[in-house]
């Protein structure tokens, strides 16, 4: 757990200490004396009695007792001074900013045990090794500038990665973006992301809290904390923003089923975001703009008036809203019109609502109070206004920064001249304002926060199942997949719907068991995993003959065993499915089903359980909902059914964790029913 001592120490020792600001140990004493440290701040330097003017002492052993410490030595020497300063100084803060630990080599690895070991006895906590360090409004730990401009109402900003938590703060801080804290987990020996989390909710004052969070994460090793922490934040009212880097498809398993082949890891972490309320971002840039975003009220519709004296910039940005589930809507009527008067000859108001290159400030006033106060379809507005450089235009930014204090409606600052107009944009930021300098990055952004969905409920509604049942079939099954009849057991256990069926190792059994269902029926082999790929699938199977003739084919095919009989039924494919993921539990996916998950692959995941409301949010959001919803006059699918089998899955998973993967392809859902055509379960008991 973190400790008051690392947040706001009353003393501060760097261990390693320089007099070269070339070097982490002197560029870190640096920083803490040019940003008003304000408590006591010692140096260990066994070659100086005094170093930047701060006095200095040959050993550890030496020091007054001290709150935190700052190592910046190599690391074989870092465990004894970690000994000393945690058993005689009552040291509980460390910082270690030393590479050479696990990251390196297995001697690192040990050396890195021990020092946590330490730390850990005695109670303190540790950031690092091989980081940036820390830093907040109380002092600035790092040894990397730039140290950004701290406000409580800032951004707490914890990062995996040093060099990257320089970038993106490069990147934020010369748009305004303003931190309340950084934290730079490092090797996270003892905290890592998840902790550092854990703390802000924990801690969290709705008083005095920053609101506003962004993460740069390299591996989740912990998702269930994260889930639970970012969750609780975010329902407190604050918002992050996240990069998890390594997305990529090639860290993928081959699986050999549907569900195992979609649900890689990053499918996890995609959901896992969904379900915690986290944004997700894929840069700096991205990650700074949608922080810069979260600085602004929330958006509470999506009716977005573009403004501005620029076509070009107005168009990109409204086709990244409109393509993106945002709107730009007309505005007209007769206050459209008085507007209108009030701005010079050739100037639109239909949205974009363009006022010309020779705009004035005055004019941006009009327009802002029309936006605000005559037009109650507009939730929001955009403002993008450059210069080309003939005249100043501090009277515009001036007025932009009073209005988006007397507002109540969100107004987006989109000031583009970054060059031509610098002072004046600078001025602006100096007010505490953040600037979104490219229409699009800034349109594609407030999309992706406006899109994204609530935290799951802390104690989600779920169906209630058979829980009895279910564990007597998987207590009593081994590894691999499940014969048909343990799978029915499961779905009817699970009250998933299924169609009626009959497994049949004979070709009379075959034909009674057809006649007594009604013709038209399906054949389908048992034993092959992909009955399609091998001719195991006949369909509109019409009389006792074909029956024949078709299951004396089948009971040919490779590793056949028996012939299921279906009756024939109607409706649009539907695909549910889950996967264990590691850490993360289980993936629960769904989709349409047949051969639209393999050719198609329009999935959407969610972290189980899986209540009603989240899963009808991942069947809205697939690409293929019109035909769900009854695309052309088709029949409609029942939604509610096909939510409460996505839930009943998630539920089923949780009572039997052994189930590695499952899918239930296809599903056929009509208006009145959605009942399970195929499943197959595979079981791996650890």
Request: proline share 5%.
């Amino acid at each position: 757990m973190i400790t008051r001592e690392l947040i706001n120490p009353q003393s501060i020792v760097v261990v390693g200490g320089s007099a070269d600001v070339q070097k982490p140990g002197g560029k870190v004493l640096k920083n803490l004396i040019d940003h008003n440290f304000k408590g006591k701040l010692y140096v260990v330097n066994p070659k100086a009695d005094e170093v930047q003017g701060v006095r200095a002492y040959p050993d550890a052993e030496d020091l007054p007792p001290v709150e935190l410490a700052i190592l910046a030595i190599a690391a074989k020497f870092c465990p004894q001074a970690v000994e000393t300063l945690a058993a005689k100084k009552g040291t509980k803060a460390f910082i270690i900013l030393s590479a050479g630990f696990h990251e390196e080599s297995e001697e690192g690895a040990r050396l890195e045990q021990q020092i946590v070991e330490t730390i850990n006895k005695a109670g303190g906590c540790l950031i690092g090794p091989n980081c940036i360090g820390v830093m907040n409004t109380n002092y600035a730990g790092v040894f990397t500038t730039p140290i950004p401009r701290f406000n409580t109402h800032g951004a707490d900003f914890i990062t995996g990665s040093g060099a990257t938590a320089v970038f993106i703060m490069e990147s934020g801080i010369s748009n305004g973006l303003q931190f309340n804290s950084v934290y730079s987990v490092g090797n996270s020996a003892q905290l890592g992301v998840e902790d550092i989390l854990e703390y802000l909710d924990l801690t969290f004052d709705p008083n005095t809290s920053s609101r506003v969070k962004m993460l740069y994460i390299e591996s989740i090793g912990q998702p269930q904390k994260l889930l639970k922490h970012a969750s609780s934040l975010v329902r407190k009212g604050c918002r992050i923003a996240a990069v998890k880097a390594g997305s990529s498809s090639a860290g993928s398993r081959a699986a050999s089923s549907h569900t195992g082949a979609l649900a890689s890891s990053d499918v996890a972490v995609d959901a896992l975001f969904r379900k915690a309320g986290i944004v997700r971002c894929y840069g700096r840039e991205e990650l700074t703009t949608v922080a810069s975003i979260f600085m602004h009220p929330r958006l509470t519709g999506k009716n977005i008036a573009v403004i501005t004296h620029a076509g070009g910039p107005a168009v990109m940005l409204t086709d990244a809203l409109s393509n993106n589930g945002l709107e730009v809507p007309p505005i007209s009527g007769s206050k459209a019109n008085e507007l209108l008067s009030k701005l010079f000859p050739g100037s639109s108001v239909a949205n974009p609502i363009d006022f010309l290159a020779t705009g004035t400030a005055e004019q941006l006033g009009y327009i802002i109070d029309a936006c605000e106060n005559d037009f109650s379809h507009i939730d929001a507005m955009a403002v993008i206004f450059g210069s080309p450089g003939l005249f100043p235009v501090y009277d515009v930014y001036d007025l932009l920064d009073r209005k988006m204090s007397e507002c109540h409606k969100p107004i987006f600052p989109i000031l583009t001249s970054v060059i031509n107009v610098r002072d004046e944009i600078n001025q602006f930021i100096a007010k505490g304002r953040v600037n979104f300098p490219d229409e699009v990055v800034f349109g594609n952004a407030l999309t992706k926060v406006y899109n994204t969905p609530d935290p799951a409920p802390e104690d989600p509604k779920l169906p209630i199942i058979d829980t009895s049942r279910i564990r007597r079939v998987i207590d009593g099954c081994s590894n691999g997949y499940l014969q048909p009849n343990q799978v029915q057991e499961l779905l009817d256990a699970a009250g998933i719907p299924r169609t009626g069926e009959a497994i049949v190792k004979t070709a009379t059994d075959a034909t009674s068991a057809a006649m007594k269902m009604g013709f038209p029926v399906v054949m389908k082999v048992v034993g092959p995993i992909h009955k399609t790929d091998v001719g195991g699938v006949v369909l509109d199977v019409r009389d006792e003959q074909m029956v024949t003739r078709e299951f004396n084919r089948m009971m040919g095919i490779k590793d056949t065993t028996a012939v299921l009989i279906q009756p024939m039924l109607k409706g649009l494919e539907l695909f549910v499915g889950a996967k264990r993921e590691g850490l993360f539990g289980h993936v629960v996916l769904c989709g349409l089903g047949g051969i639209f998950i393999e050719v198609l692959k329009d999935v959407k995941a969610g972290i189980a359980p899986i209540e009603a409301n989240e899963a009808h949010t991942m069947i809205k959001h697939l690409q293929g909902y019109g035909m769900i919803k009854g695309a052309r006059g088709q029949e409609p699918v029942n939604e509610n059914l096909f939510a409460d089998i996505i839930s009943r899955v998630s539920v089923l998973v949780g009572v039997a964790p052994e189930i590695f993967e499952m899918d239930i392809n296809p599903l056929l859902g009509t208006k009145d029913k959605v009942v399970a055509v195929d499943a197959r379960i595979r079981i791996e008991k650890k």
